[in-house]
Nanobody, 121 residues
């Protein structure tokens, strides 16, 4: 099992940046693909970004491509989401998630509690 705790959310103006972190417990972190997903109020949870267990492959939703960067540090059991050029439509609760194989849907096995990101116009 993997326990996940997100941090780094907050309020930022449009055009600004935030970096989300997700700390994982457990000795098998490096064997999991990791993802970031988000859910805006009144909308379904959607895929944002994913990274393979080695960090060698990354995947992004079209809506964030070129603005967001996912990365991981297996020595620190941590995955990051660098978010630049933020837009009001990026406002959502952001979740960190883990699964054995990379998926670009919300079909992950383990989830964090979420962190709120609010982008003001």
């Amino acid at each position: 099992q993997v326990q996940l705790v997100e941090s780094g959310g907050g309020v930022v103006q449009a055009g600004g940046s935030l970096r989300l972190s997700c700390a994982a417990s457990g000795r098998t972190f490096s064997s999991y693909a990791m993802g970031w997903l988000r859910q805006a109020t009144g909308k379904e949870r959607e895929f944002v970004a994913a990274i393979s267990w080695s960090g060698g492959s990354t995947y992004y939703a079209d809506s964030v491509k070129g603005r967001f960067t996912i990365s991981r540090d297996n020595a620190k059991n941590t995955v990051y989401l660098q978010m630049n050029s933020l837009k009001p439509e990026d406002t959502a609760v952001y979740y960190c998630a883990a699964t054995k194989w990379v998926v670009t849907t919300p079909g992950y096995d383990y989830w964090g509690q979420g962190t709120q990101v609010t982008v003001s116009s």
